[in-house]
């Protein structure tokens, strides 16, 4: 009767993954923005004002040389045919090289505003005169070249990574058929996972954007097969011992089920520390992150072992496991030739990985967080390119100004003192954008383009000069920008000691030990800081990136100490099993012995399926698997092979204080 609850959620997923979809992304003015600060205020409150919800597009019309009064005329018919005359006058700039006017984009969602963006393009290229060209950029612009990013892109990432991971299962195991055990079983958890966690953010009024379902799928392919390999693993070298296909399952599942229940509700507990986030699309990722683990560990340690057994071992063809063999801990294997390697020379052994780390570390140095709108795309899309050919004939600030509110009664006084603050543009400084509930909204023109630090600078000074005024803030981009920035530094500062505690408590009370739970979260935190470091000098030298996304080291510090947990949980409750009745230094040898394979197995799988995250066109995205990419396999190949036995079979039972593990 085994067979009938794997086929039972075979049906059942096959079925609900092809009759309902993914809760569609349901974008508020502020859902990217940090509660609790004056350019979410802003955004809040412009969403009230008339076509207050709409984005602004800017058109430009350009040529290489002087507009002529004939291509002028020929330029505004287009472009009242194309704006349904609902766009501002059309402004020459002072060099007569080009023509811009802005247009509100009302829209429901990002899918909408990019097709209207696209539409927009090609009325506005029918019908302009020779050696003119016409462009589309401003915020609709851009969040439209930002949807279009996403289009069709959780299929892309979801064939990518069922693709990265059935080849390497295949490689791992060399059987044709095993694989498809954990895949399917990881496939469909996934889906559910998806569905399941968007449903419940709606449902709950927590916001999410279109990477959330990404980062979900790669998450729980990369943590639900890491969780499948162990437990094959020890299935496999239970089958050595016994007959029954049944015991065989029992003990391992006990053994191996252990690691696999700690180590996800670690991981889950982690990421329920972004709920402590000011970003409610943070909040998001984690909520709907460890609704996925927790289907993913289900699905492992419930459907997983009685579809294993309703198979003979046959499945395992050509590498069938026969009674007798000698399991993994007793071999004389390659990991196990490692560890008599590192147990030789300890301290030497230990010294090399360290050193190793710290010169991979020195990358921090020079490290620079901050990607402008410009910077997050890793093709350049139309929004950008002619929002740098507008600063060429207008102020650079025009494309995305700064926006002041401020009571009615306060307008006149308020205007005089930005007037009077350097880097605010003195061609186009300071205009009436409209009034709702006795406010009114000033639209600010800076010298500085959008995105850049000077743009920002501009912003304090900015602010600066208008902390007497009651009641008046200052929004727009490059505020929510300075906003962003130290909300995530925040951000950091509370999130990361409270997810550094969750691991240490999860290790102390697992390992019931003192000195164990400590080490292993130094080593942990060590191959963060060495990731982040190298993952710094590949973004910057290999691929050309100027800097990183401010949200990157919180999500890459989140990512590998939970999962790096994982193969801490996954060697050391096995060095705990083999220490008894044994030196514990032996039984750190046999417990790599027994696990080096899988471990390894396990994070080449996870660090190729992060890396898949960059097969969409999107910096920050591409330089967060960068960065876990790294890190995985330094804690597979280095920190979990090399440093930890070398610390564990140097201190002995010293490493288990205060428990008697031998």
């Not at 809760?23 to 809040?44: H, I, K, M, Q």
């Not at 053994?255 to 909040?283: C, D, H, I, N």
């Not at 960059?614 to 090399?642: E, F, K, Y």
């Amino acid at each position: 009767m085994a067979w009938i609850l794997p086929v039972l959620y075979l049906v059942a997923g096959v079925a609900i993954a092809g009759m309902v979809s993914t809760a569609p992304v349901e974008r508020s003015a502020t859902s990217a923005l940090p509660d609790g600060f004056d350019s979410t205020e802003v955004a809040a409150l412009v969403d009230k004002f008339p076509a207050g919800d709409d984005e602004v597009a800017v058109v430009l019309f350009s040529s290489d040389s002087a507009i002529s009064a004939e291509q002028k005329a020929a330029v505004q018919k287009v472009y009242d045919a194309a704006t349904g005359g609902k766009g501002t006058p059309l402004q020459a700039a002072p060099d007569g090289t080009a023509l811009s006017g802005v247009l509100p984009v009302p829209f429901t969602d990002a899918a909408e505003l990019s097709d209207k963006v696209a539409e927009l393009r090609s009325d506005l290229r029918q019908d302009l005169p020779d050696g003119v060209q016409a462009a589309v950029t401003g915020p609709a612009a851009i969040q439209g070249d930002l949807a279009k990013v996403f289009d069709g892109a959780d299929f892309t990432l979801l064939g990518v990574t069922a693709s990265v991971v059935a080849v390497l299962l295949i490689v791992t195991y060399r059987s044709p058929f095993l694989w498809l055990i954990p895949l399917i079983t990881v496939g469909l958890a996934d889906r559910l996972a998806s569905i399941g966690s968007t449903h419940i953010l709606t449902g709950l009024g927590v916001a999410f954007d279109e990477s959330t379902t990404g980062i979900l799928s790669v998450l729980v392919f990369g943590a639900g097969t890491d969780y499948a390999l162990l437990l094959i693993s020890r299935y496999r070298d239970e089958l050595r011992v016994t007959e029954s296909r049944a015991e065989a399952m029992a003990r391992s599942w006990v053994r191996a089920g252990e690691a696999v229940l700690a180590s996800s509700v670690t991981v889950v507990l982690s990421l329920l520390a972004l709920l402590l986030s000011a970003f409610p699309t943070t909040r998001g990722l984690g909520l709907a992150c460890a609704i996925g683990v927790v289907i993913a560990a289900v699905a492992v340690l419930v459907v997983l072992p009685m579809a294993l057994v309703i198979f003979p071992r046959g499945i395992f063809w050509p590498r069938k496991p026969v009674v007798g063999e000698k399991v993994l801990s007793e071999g004389q294997s390659f990991w196990r030739r490692i560890g008599d390697a590192v147990a030789n020379r300890p301290v030497p052994a230990a010294t090399v990985a360290v050193v190793l780390l710290a010169a991979l570390a020195s990358g921090l140095f020079g490290v620079k967080t901050g990607l402008s709108e410009s910077d997050q795309f890793i093709d350049t899309p139309e929004s950008i390119t002619a929002a740098s050919r507008l600063a060429e004939s207008f102020p650079a600030g025009s494309t995305d100004p700064a926006v002041v509110l401020t009571p009615d009664s306060l307008a006149r006084s308020t205007v005089a003192l930005i007037r009077g603050v350097d880097g605010v543009s003195a061609d186009q400084d300071v205009t009436i954008a409209g009034k709702n509930d006795g406010m009114t909204r000033l639209n600010v023109v800076l010298d500085s383009a959008p995105g850049t630090k000077a743009a920002q600078d501009d912003v304090r000074a900015l602010r600066k000069a208008l902390e007497d005024q009651p009641r008046t803030i200052v929004g727009g981009t490059d505020a929510q920008n300075v906003d962003i920035a130290t909300a995530t530094s925040d951000d950091r500062g509370t999130i990361v000691p409270l997810i550094l505690v969750i691991v240490l408590l999860a290790l102390g009370l697992l390992l019931r030990s003192l000195v164990a739970p400590v080490i292993l979260v130094v080593t942990v935190v060590a191959t963060y800081l060495a990731a982040l470091g190298a993952g710094w000098l590949v973004s910057t030298q290999v691929f050309g990136f100027e800097r990183l996304d401010s949200g990157v080291p919180l999500q890459a510090f989140l990512f590998l100490v939970a999962l790096g947990v994982d193969y801490n949980i996954f060697l050391v409750t096995r060095a705990a099993e083999e220490s008894r009745g044994r030196d514990p230094r032996e039984g750190m040898l046999r417990a790599l012995a027994s696990t080096g394979g899988v471990i390894t197995s396990a994070g080449i799988l996870l660090a190729a399926v992060f890396a898949v995250l960059g097969v969409l066109p999107l910096v920050v995205l591409a330089q967060l698997g960068i960065v876990i990419c790294i890190g995985v396999l330094l804690d597979t190949l280095l920190v979990r092979t090399v440093l930890v036995p070398a610390i564990g079979v140097k201190l002995g039972e010293r490493f288990w204080t205060p428990r008697k593990v031998s």
